[in-house]
């Protein structure tokens, strides 16, 4: 039986995630974005520059620390999306970055990416969009979707961002948070979970078969990690 902890946005502290999946005795870890991927201050959004500074993810950039179990990660909206090419190519030991619409094999399960956030604005842009470039690489797009809704087996999403109607409200009109568009791909191709972060609560809503998860941020005082067995 293999164990796989499934971890909140983790924004730079990638010792901390390490010490508190290692004690639960995993096999793989898998992490629903802003893992925190910058290694140069002057590249970090303001948003990031929140979370206690750069982080130590330029530790294990440089080599200078290593994961000690395989890990998979993919896009949040608050990444150096330039060092994200790089991972890409296997710069990093145990490191794998899941790129959007992408399926996994792990551990006997498949496993579909859904990285960045919802942008109502720019979900219907192609990716050869230049709206979709840039800083803007932080969203998904109806093509990301469209990919993973041709699986009709995938046992889990591990996306970044939630579908709507899931009880998250935006804190500043409480107008509701999520994607129809992802709402729509769960209701259609009903994997058994659909993990994301991004908004740094714990919640747990069934979608049909699905149980859709949000993760607390891993510093916080939420559920930021849920472990499952196979």
Same mark, same amino acid.
């Given at each position: !039986?293999?164990?796989?902890?499934? %971890? @909140?946005?983790?924004?730079?502290? /990638?010792?901390?995630?390490?010490?508190r999946t290692l004690e639960l005795?995993?096999?793989?870890?898998?992490? %629903?974005?802003?893992?925190?991927?910058? /290694?140069? *201050? *002057? +590249?970090?959004? +303001?948003?990031? +520059?929140?979370?206690?500074?750069? @982080?130590?993810? %330029?530790? =294990? =950039?440089?080599?200078?620390?290593?994961?000690?179990?395989?890990?998979?990660?993919?896009?949040?909206? &608050?990444?150096?999306?330039?060092?994200?090419?790089?991972?890409?190519?296997?710069k990093i030991k145990n490191l794998?970055?899941?790129?959007?619409?992408? #399926?996994?094999? /792990?551990?006997?399960?498949?496993?579909?990416?859904?990285?960045?956030? =919802?942008?109502?604005?720019?979900?219907?842009?192609?990716?050869?969009?230049?709206?979709?470039?840039?800083?803007?690489?932080?969203?998904?797009?109806?093509?990301?979707?469209?990919?993973?809704?041709?699986?009709?087996?995938? =046992?889990? /999403?591990?996306?970044?961002?939630?579908?709507? *109607? #899931?009880?998250?409200?935006?804190?500043?009109?409480?107008?509701?948070?999520?994607?129809?568009?992802?709402?729509? !791909?769960? $209701?259609?191709?009903?994997?058994?979970?659909?993990? &994301?972060?991004?908004?740094?609560?714990?919640? $747990?809503? !069934?979608?049909?078969?699905?149980?859709?998860?949000?993760?607390?941020?891993? $510093?916080?005082?939420?559920?930021?990690?849920? %472990?499952?067995?196979?």
């Amino acid at each position: !039986m293999s164990r796989i902890a499934i %971890v @909140g946005d983790v924004h730079g502290k /990638i010792d901390l995630m390490l010490e508190r999946t290692l004690e639960l005795n995993v096999d793989v870890i898998m992490q %629903v974005g802003d893992l925190g991927t910058f /290694i140069f *201050e *002057e +590249r970090m959004d +303001r948003a990031a +520059r929140k979370h206690d500074g750069i @982080g130590n993810f %330029v530790e =294990y =950039y440089s080599g200078k620390k290593q994961f000690p179990l395989p890990v998979y990660f993919i896009k949040g909206n &608050h990444d150096d999306f330039n060092v994200l090419e790089e991972i890409k190519k296997g710069k990093i030991k145990n490191l794998n970055f899941m790129e959007n619409g992408t #399926v996994d094999n /792990i551990c006997g399960k498949l496993f579909g990416a859904l990285g960045g956030n =919802y942008s109502r604005t720019r979900y219907d842009f192609n990716h050869n969009n230049s709206q979709l470039h840039g800083k803007r690489r932080k969203h998904f797009n109806h093509q990301d979707v469209e990919a993973l809704e041709k699986f009709s087996n995938i =046992y889990a /999403i591990i996306a970044h961002d939630c579908p709507n *109607e #899931v009880g998250i409200k935006n804190k500043f009109d409480e107008s509701d948070c999520g994607s129809p568009e992802v709402r729509a !791909m769960i $209701e259609k191709i009903q994997p058994r979970f659909y993990f &994301h972060g991004h908004h740094h609560c714990y919640t $747990e809503t !069934m979608i049909g078969n699905t149980r859709a998860i949000g993760l607390g941020i891993l $510093e916080g005082e939420t559920q930021s990690i849920y %472990v499952l067995e196979n």
